[in-house]
């Protein structure tokens, strides 16, 4: 099962880069939860959300906020149900016009071949400062 949900989340991966949220949100549970690094108050994009319309309002902010140079799943690794993702980001930010790069983790939570669960770990500092004007 891990190499199915290794290959499940690639493809995800991928249809991200294509800009195709639809198959990210087919892609999860009902009640998945997704969370991303520290406080929404701090930078919109953070914070933890729920269901289908929360992944939809995650990848919403996440377009509005920056605009992606790099994008990069890098290593992916499988244990039982979860799968582990090392990669690399580097992006501006619209509002100020700043620049961030960071490496990160994804830890992706599956049932019946779906995300379950989702849980992003970066430089939370470095973003909130690129956000602040």
């Known amino acids: 099962m891990s190499e199915a949900n290794i290959a499940t989340l690639q493809s995800l991966y991928a249809a991200y880069g294509r800009g195709d949220i639809q198959s990210i949100l087919n892609g999860c549970t009902s009640d ?3 969370e991303s690094g520290g406080e929404g108050g701090d930078f919109p994009a ?4 729920t269901g289908i ?4 309002d995650f990848a919403r902010t996440v377009a509005e906020l920056v605009d992606f140079s790099e994008f990069s799943p890098r290593e ?3 244990d039982k149900d979860k799968i582990f993702v090392l990669g690399h980001y580097a992006m501006t930010v619209k509002k100020t016009g700043r620049k961030a790069a960071a490496d990160w983790i994804h830890v ?4 019946g071949g779906r995300i379950a669960k ?3 770990f970066t430089d939370t500092a470095l973003f909130v400062a ?4």
């Open 130 to 133: 690129a956000y602040q004007a």
């Open 108 to 111: 992706f939570t599956f049932r």
């Open 118 to 120: 989702f849980r992003e």
């Open 32 to 34: 998945v939860t997704w």
């Open 53 to 56: 319309a929360g992944v939809a």
């Open 76 to 78: 992916f690794y499988a």
């Open 46 to 49: 953070f914070g933890l959300r």
